[in-house]
């Protein structure tokens, strides 16, 4: 990010700080004035929170070391999430103090962080923080937006310029296990329109948390249609699903190797570039 962009993020981040008069940032359309105190589904008002920040050697090739910082609040609700606990109460961890995450952001990159990686809960309903930081941070930083991809078109635009990799977090590949799981029966078709948005001016990374039991109902249409629209997109099969302790819709065992493996056949069958 140069001068420009620093410009541009502290502009934007007006904008969608204004948005949120009449909240529409992503498919739930709740329409609270969260400057108002109100709170939409996210659970979340105009206050930005961050539960943790850490440098992690385990995200996706090329992106390590990287800078994880997790913001609390979420629009989806999936019951095998390992942060939910955030998403319930973000108002449970600290505000966001700009100036001081911005002075941690450049000793992490001391410290060997290749990457800036902003995630949660969900950054997308978080935006008007996160645009707020990025007006601050080094301007070499590189921005890993680390996202559900359930979002409204505003949000594309707000940070459209400003992130250098989506790494795209795509849960189902149905409308019915998307209800089920994420409490989102329309989530497959909005997140796969924002994958194909951003593919058309950022890198991508499609990364799919391999769930035991659904291979055919979610992975198989998932690679068919990455084979057909994105088949060049770098795409990550992650193996370390934690089975829920209060199991409803979410399966209840780990995944097993063989299944593991499965997916990975089932992938490369189609051509696609897989990586770890």
């Known amino acids: ?47 930005v929170r961050c539960f943790r920040e850490v440098l992690r050697y385990d995200e996706e090739k090329g992106l ?15 019951e095998f999430c390992t942060v939910s606990e955030w ?13 001081k995450l911005a002075a941690t952001i450049a000793r992490r990159k001391k410290e060997g962080a290749r990457t800036l990686n902003l995630l949660g809960g969900e950054p997308a309903v978080n935006v008007h923080g996160i645009l707020e930081l990025l007006a601050r941070v080094d301007s070499e930083a590189v921005v890993v937006w680390n996202t559900n991809m359930y979002y409204n078109d505003i949000v594309d635009e707000l940070v ?11 849960k189902c590949g149905n409308s019915d296990c998307a209800q089920r799981l994420l409490g989102a029966g329309d989530y497959v078709e909005v997140a796969k329109a924002n994958i194909l948005r951003a593919a ?25 249609w990455v084979a057909a629209e994105l088949p060049d997109v770098k795409l990550s099969l992650r193996d370390y699903y934690v089975p829920p302790a209060q199991v409803k819709e979410a399966p209840a065992e ?23």
């Open 64 to 78: 390590n070391p990287s800078h994880q910082i997790y913001f609390a609040g979420c629009n989806l609700k999936c």
């Open 254 to 276: 780990y995944l097993g190797r063989d299944e593991y493996r499965q997916a990975v056949e089932l992938a490369a069958s189609k051509g696609l570039t897989l990586i770890e």
């Open 87 to 99: 998403n319930e109460r973000p108002d449970a961890a600290d505000e966001l103090d700009v100036e």
């Open 1 to 47: 990010m140069d001068a420009a962009a620093h410009e541009q993020a502290a502009r934007r981040a007006g904008i969608a700080r204004e948005a949120l008069r009449d909240c529409l940032l992503c498919p739930r359309n709740c329409r609270v004035d969260r400057t108002a105190g109100e709170k939409g589904y996210c659970q979340l008002d105009d206050k």
């Open 160 to 170: 459209t310029g400003l992130v250098d990799i989506y790494l795209a977090d795509l």
């Open 200 to 224: 058309g001016h950022s890198d991508v990374i499609l990364r799919y948390l391999v769930l035991p039991g659904h291979l055919r109902c979610c992975l198989e249409p998932i690679v068919k």
